[in-house]
Protein backbone atom coordinates (compact mmCIF):
# COMPACT_ATOMS: atom_id res chain seq x y z
CA UNK A 1 0.00 0.00 0.00
CA UNK A 2 1.56 3.38 -0.92
CA UNK A 3 0.69 6.37 1.20
CA UNK A 4 0.41 9.63 -1.01
CA UNK A 5 0.28 12.72 0.38
CA UNK A 6 -0.79 15.52 -1.74
CA UNK A 7 1.00 19.17 -1.47
CA UNK A 8 -1.15 21.30 -3.64
CA UNK A 9 -4.80 19.84 -4.79
CA UNK A 10 -6.32 22.48 -7.48
CA UNK A 11 -6.75 21.21 -11.24
CA UNK A 12 -4.07 18.41 -11.63
CA UNK A 13 -3.95 17.36 -7.96
CA UNK A 14 -7.50 16.96 -7.38
CA UNK A 15 -7.88 14.57 -10.53
CA UNK A 16 -4.60 12.44 -8.97
CA UNK A 17 -6.47 12.64 -5.45
CA UNK A 18 -9.55 10.93 -7.13
CA UNK A 19 -7.76 8.47 -8.99
CA UNK A 20 -5.76 7.75 -5.73
CA UNK A 21 -8.92 7.23 -4.09
CA UNK A 22 -10.43 5.02 -7.27
CA UNK A 23 -6.82 2.60 -6.17
CA UNK A 24 -6.96 -0.20 -3.85
CA UNK A 25 -3.29 -0.48 -3.60
CA UNK A 26 -2.64 3.40 -2.79
CA UNK A 27 -3.78 5.58 -0.03
CA UNK A 28 -4.23 9.44 0.26
CA UNK A 29 -2.43 10.53 3.87
CA UNK A 30 -3.02 13.82 3.58
CA UNK A 31 -3.73 17.14 1.71
CA UNK A 32 -1.79 20.36 2.47
CA UNK A 33 -3.40 23.05 0.40
CA UNK A 34 -4.38 26.34 2.47
CA UNK A 35 -7.74 27.06 -0.19
CA UNK A 36 -8.62 23.72 -0.31
CA UNK A 37 -12.24 22.77 0.60
CA UNK A 38 -14.21 19.63 -0.89
CA UNK A 39 -17.55 18.33 1.52
CA UNK A 40 -15.98 15.33 2.16
CA UNK A 41 -11.97 13.98 2.08
CA UNK A 42 -10.11 10.67 2.50
CA UNK A 43 -7.76 11.94 4.81
CA UNK A 44 -6.80 15.46 7.18
CA UNK A 45 -5.90 18.31 5.17
CA UNK A 46 -3.28 21.00 6.66
CA UNK A 47 -2.40 24.44 6.06
CA UNK A 48 1.67 24.10 6.22
CA UNK A 49 4.00 21.13 6.31
CA UNK A 50 3.92 18.91 9.20
CA UNK A 51 6.77 16.22 10.11
CA UNK A 52 4.71 13.57 11.47
CA UNK A 53 2.20 13.06 8.61
CA UNK A 54 5.01 13.72 5.86
CA UNK A 55 6.68 10.74 8.23
CA UNK A 56 3.62 8.46 7.48
CA UNK A 57 4.24 8.87 3.63
CA UNK A 58 6.06 7.18 0.84
CA UNK A 59 5.35 9.31 -1.74
CA UNK A 60 4.47 13.62 -2.26
CA UNK A 61 2.99 14.26 -5.39
CA UNK A 62 3.29 18.38 -5.48
CA UNK A 63 0.99 20.65 -7.86
CA UNK A 64 1.13 23.81 -5.89
CA UNK A 65 3.64 26.52 -6.97
CA UNK A 66 7.20 26.15 -7.41
CA UNK A 67 7.68 29.02 -4.33
CA UNK A 68 5.52 25.90 -2.38
CA UNK A 69 7.68 23.66 -3.11
CA UNK A 70 11.16 25.28 -2.76
CA UNK A 71 9.49 25.83 0.50
CA UNK A 72 9.00 22.77 1.53
CA UNK A 73 11.88 20.77 -0.49
CA UNK A 74 13.46 19.48 2.44
CA UNK A 75 11.16 18.45 4.79
CA UNK A 76 9.96 16.45 1.66
CA UNK A 77 12.85 14.77 0.44
CA UNK A 78 14.06 14.04 3.82
CA UNK A 79 10.68 11.18 4.21
CA UNK A 80 9.46 10.49 0.81
CA UNK A 81 9.90 10.35 -3.01
CA UNK A 82 8.90 13.37 -4.84
CA UNK A 83 6.38 13.55 -8.03
CA UNK A 84 6.23 17.15 -8.98
CA UNK A 85 4.57 18.92 -11.65
CA UNK A 86 6.09 22.70 -10.75
CA UNK A 87 9.22 22.11 -12.76
CA UNK A 88 10.43 25.71 -13.33
CA UNK A 89 11.31 25.76 -9.51
CA UNK A 90 14.59 23.72 -11.26
CA UNK A 91 15.48 26.92 -13.14
CA UNK A 92 16.95 28.58 -9.51
CA UNK A 93 20.27 26.74 -9.44
CA UNK A 94 20.39 26.64 -5.87
CA UNK A 95 17.28 24.67 -5.26
CA UNK A 96 18.54 22.16 -8.05
CA UNK A 97 21.41 21.64 -5.87
CA UNK A 98 19.82 21.52 -2.50
CA UNK A 99 17.50 19.08 -4.42
CA UNK A 100 20.23 16.47 -5.54
CA UNK A 101 22.22 17.22 -2.34
CA UNK A 102 18.68 15.81 -0.13
CA UNK A 103 17.87 13.06 -2.50
CA UNK A 104 21.89 11.70 -2.23
CA UNK A 105 21.32 11.98 1.39
CA UNK A 106 18.00 10.65 1.71
CA UNK A 107 18.73 8.09 -0.81
CA UNK A 108 14.99 9.62 -2.27
CA UNK A 109 13.89 9.41 -6.22
CA UNK A 110 12.72 12.85 -7.86
CA UNK A 111 9.82 11.73 -10.82
CA UNK A 112 9.90 14.30 -13.97
CA UNK A 113 6.21 14.22 -14.94
CA UNK A 114 5.92 14.88 -19.35
CA UNK A 115 3.19 16.68 -17.98
CA UNK A 116 1.64 18.56 -20.97
CA UNK A 117 4.09 17.09 -23.45
CA UNK A 118 5.33 13.84 -25.29
CA UNK A 119 8.63 12.45 -25.95
CA UNK A 120 10.87 13.62 -22.72
CA UNK A 121 12.62 10.08 -22.74
CA UNK A 122 13.77 10.46 -26.57
CA UNK A 123 15.40 14.09 -25.68
CA UNK A 124 16.95 12.25 -22.88
CA UNK A 125 18.47 9.54 -24.99
CA UNK A 126 19.80 11.42 -27.72
CA UNK A 127 20.82 14.13 -24.95
CA UNK A 128 24.55 13.49 -26.11
CA UNK A 129 23.62 14.18 -29.87
CA UNK A 130 21.15 17.29 -29.65
CA UNK A 131 23.15 20.67 -30.57
CA UNK A 132 19.85 22.90 -30.38
CA UNK A 133 16.82 22.56 -28.88
CA UNK A 134 13.75 25.00 -28.90
CA UNK A 135 10.45 25.22 -27.62
CA UNK A 136 7.24 27.43 -28.41
CA UNK A 137 4.31 27.48 -26.56
CA UNK A 138 1.21 29.07 -27.37
CA UNK A 139 -1.25 30.17 -25.29
CA UNK A 140 -4.23 32.36 -24.60
CA UNK A 141 -3.11 35.70 -23.00
CA UNK A 142 -5.25 35.28 -19.94
CA UNK A 143 -3.52 31.78 -19.67
CA UNK A 144 -0.08 34.09 -19.58
CA UNK A 145 -1.90 36.38 -16.96
CA UNK A 146 -1.31 39.72 -19.66
CA UNK A 147 -4.09 42.04 -21.26
CA UNK A 148 -2.86 41.44 -24.89
CA UNK A 149 -5.61 41.87 -28.03
CA UNK A 150 -3.49 40.69 -30.67
CA UNK A 151 -0.60 37.56 -31.11
CA UNK A 152 2.34 39.04 -29.33
CA UNK A 153 5.84 37.03 -28.94
CA UNK A 154 5.79 38.03 -25.17
CA UNK A 155 9.29 36.51 -24.47
CA UNK A 156 12.35 34.57 -26.66
CA UNK A 157 15.35 33.61 -25.00
CA UNK A 158 16.81 31.29 -22.22
CA UNK A 159 14.67 28.77 -20.58
CA UNK A 160 16.57 29.68 -17.69
CA UNK A 161 15.18 33.37 -17.64
CA UNK A 162 11.43 32.02 -19.62
CA UNK A 163 11.13 29.73 -16.34
CA UNK A 164 11.46 33.29 -14.27
CA UNK A 165 8.88 35.50 -15.71
CA UNK A 166 6.15 32.82 -16.72
CA UNK A 167 6.91 30.01 -13.54
CA UNK A 168 3.60 28.84 -13.72
CA UNK A 169 3.31 28.73 -17.87
CA UNK A 170 6.60 26.95 -18.76
CA UNK A 171 7.14 23.69 -16.43
CA UNK A 172 7.16 21.88 -19.94
CA UNK A 173 9.82 24.31 -20.92
CA UNK A 174 12.18 23.54 -17.83
CA UNK A 175 11.48 19.54 -18.42
CA UNK A 176 12.53 19.56 -21.60
CA UNK A 177 15.54 21.57 -20.62
CA UNK A 178 16.44 19.03 -17.81
CA UNK A 179 15.75 16.25 -20.20
CA UNK A 180 18.06 17.97 -23.00
CA UNK A 181 21.04 20.62 -22.82
CA UNK A 182 20.11 22.34 -19.73
CA UNK A 183 18.50 25.82 -18.58
CA UNK A 184 20.94 27.87 -20.10
CA UNK A 185 21.28 25.71 -23.64
CA UNK A 186 17.50 25.58 -24.54
CA UNK A 187 15.94 28.37 -26.45
CA UNK A 188 12.10 28.80 -25.08
CA UNK A 189 9.89 31.20 -26.87
CA UNK A 190 6.62 32.19 -26.05
CA UNK A 191 3.51 33.22 -27.75
CA UNK A 192 0.17 34.71 -26.69
CA UNK A 193 -2.46 34.45 -28.94
CA UNK A 194 -6.23 35.56 -28.15
CA UNK A 195 -8.04 33.53 -30.86
CA UNK A 196 -6.16 30.45 -30.18
CA UNK A 197 -8.31 27.75 -27.16
CA UNK A 198 -5.84 25.52 -27.23
CA UNK A 199 -2.16 26.02 -24.71
CA UNK A 200 0.33 24.16 -27.74
CA UNK A 201 4.03 23.61 -27.38
CA UNK A 202 6.19 22.84 -30.41
CA UNK A 203 9.51 21.34 -29.42
CA UNK A 204 12.23 21.36 -32.16
CA UNK A 205 15.34 19.05 -31.14
CA UNK A 206 18.30 18.87 -34.03
CA UNK A 207 21.88 17.44 -33.70
CA UNK A 208 24.51 14.84 -34.96
CA UNK A 209 22.29 12.75 -37.02
CA UNK A 210 18.51 13.51 -35.07
CA UNK A 211 16.42 15.71 -36.20
CA UNK A 212 12.94 15.61 -33.79
CA UNK A 213 9.41 17.89 -34.15
CA UNK A 214 6.96 17.14 -31.50
CA UNK A 215 3.83 19.20 -31.50
CA UNK A 216 1.32 18.83 -28.92
CA UNK A 217 -2.10 20.84 -28.51
CA UNK A 218 -4.71 20.28 -25.34
CA UNK A 219 -7.61 22.25 -24.77
CA UNK A 220 -6.96 25.03 -22.55
CA UNK A 221 -9.49 25.73 -19.55
CA UNK A 222 -9.18 28.32 -16.78
CA UNK A 223 -5.89 28.64 -15.06
CA UNK A 224 -2.58 27.39 -16.60
CA UNK A 225 -3.12 23.85 -17.15
CA UNK A 226 -4.86 22.53 -20.45
CA UNK A 227 -7.43 19.30 -20.88
CA UNK A 228 -4.52 16.60 -21.24
CA UNK A 229 -1.91 17.22 -18.40
CA UNK A 230 -4.31 15.89 -15.58
CA UNK A 231 -5.15 12.77 -17.39
CA UNK A 232 -1.21 12.54 -17.90
CA UNK A 233 -0.78 12.94 -14.42
CA UNK A 234 -2.62 9.91 -13.96
CA UNK A 235 -0.60 7.47 -15.88
CA UNK A 236 3.11 9.26 -14.69
CA UNK A 237 1.19 8.21 -10.77
CA UNK A 238 0.52 4.76 -12.29
CA UNK A 239 4.50 4.20 -13.41
CA UNK A 240 5.21 5.89 -10.60
CA UNK A 241 3.55 3.35 -8.31
CA UNK A 242 4.55 0.32 -10.89
CA UNK A 243 1.43 -0.77 -11.99
CA UNK A 244 1.57 -3.35 -14.24
CA UNK A 245 -0.59 -3.51 -17.27
CA UNK A 246 -1.10 -5.44 -20.76
CA UNK A 247 1.74 -2.49 -22.42
CA UNK A 248 4.23 -0.97 -20.48
CA UNK A 249 6.32 1.66 -22.18
CA UNK A 250 9.70 2.23 -21.21
N1 LIG B 1 4.66 19.92 -15.72
C1 LIG B 1 3.63 20.28 -16.50
O1 LIG B 1 3.52 19.88 -17.66
C2 LIG B 1 2.59 21.19 -15.94
C3 LIG B 1 1.41 21.44 -16.67
C4 LIG B 1 0.45 22.25 -16.12
C5 LIG B 1 0.66 22.85 -14.88
N2 LIG B 1 1.83 22.63 -14.22
C6 LIG B 1 2.11 23.24 -12.91
O2 LIG B 1 1.54 22.39 -11.92
C7 LIG B 1 1.16 23.19 -10.78
C8 LIG B 1 -0.32 22.96 -10.46
O3 LIG B 1 -1.11 23.29 -11.58
P1 LIG B 1 -2.73 23.32 -11.42
O4 LIG B 1 -3.29 23.61 -12.75
O5 LIG B 1 -3.17 22.12 -10.66
O6 LIG B 1 -2.86 24.63 -10.51
P2 LIG B 1 -4.10 25.05 -9.58
O7 LIG B 1 -3.99 26.53 -9.43
O8 LIG B 1 -5.37 24.47 -10.06
O9 LIG B 1 -3.73 24.34 -8.19
C9 LIG B 1 -2.70 24.81 -7.35
C10 LIG B 1 -3.10 24.49 -5.93
O10 LIG B 1 -2.03 24.92 -5.07
C11 LIG B 1 -2.65 25.43 -3.89
N3 LIG B 1 -1.75 26.27 -3.12
C12 LIG B 1 -1.54 27.61 -3.21
N4 LIG B 1 -0.69 28.00 -2.24
C13 LIG B 1 -0.36 26.90 -1.54
C14 LIG B 1 0.49 26.66 -0.42
N5 LIG B 1 1.14 27.67 0.19
N6 LIG B 1 0.60 25.39 0.03
C15 LIG B 1 -0.05 24.38 -0.58
N7 LIG B 1 -0.89 24.53 -1.62
C16 LIG B 1 -1.01 25.78 -2.10
C17 LIG B 1 -3.87 26.21 -4.40
O11 LIG B 1 -4.81 26.41 -3.37
C18 LIG B 1 -4.37 25.27 -5.49
O12 LIG B 1 -5.34 24.36 -5.00
C19 LIG B 1 1.50 24.65 -11.16
O13 LIG B 1 2.78 24.98 -10.68
C20 LIG B 1 1.49 24.60 -12.68
O14 LIG B 1 2.26 25.64 -13.22
C21 LIG B 1 2.78 21.80 -14.72
Known amino acids: MKKIGFLGCGKIGGFLLNHVVSRKD ?4 FIQDPFFTAPSTPCPI ?41 VTAFSDENFEQEALDLCKRYDRQIYLPHGAILGLDGLYD ?14 SPQSLGLPLQER ?4 EGSTREACRQFPRNVNVHATVALAGLGFDQTFS ?3 ADPIVTTNSHLIEAHGS ?10 TASEGVTGTFTPVSA ?17
Do not use: H
Open 189 to 191: RII
Open 152 to 155: TVVY
Open 46 to 86: IKQADPLLYQSADLIVESATSEVLKADISMILTYCDLLMFS
Open 209 to 218: GVNFTIQVAS
Open 26 to 29: SQAV
Open 234 to 250: CGSLERVLEERSSFSFV
Open 126 to 139: AKSLLRSVRITTTK
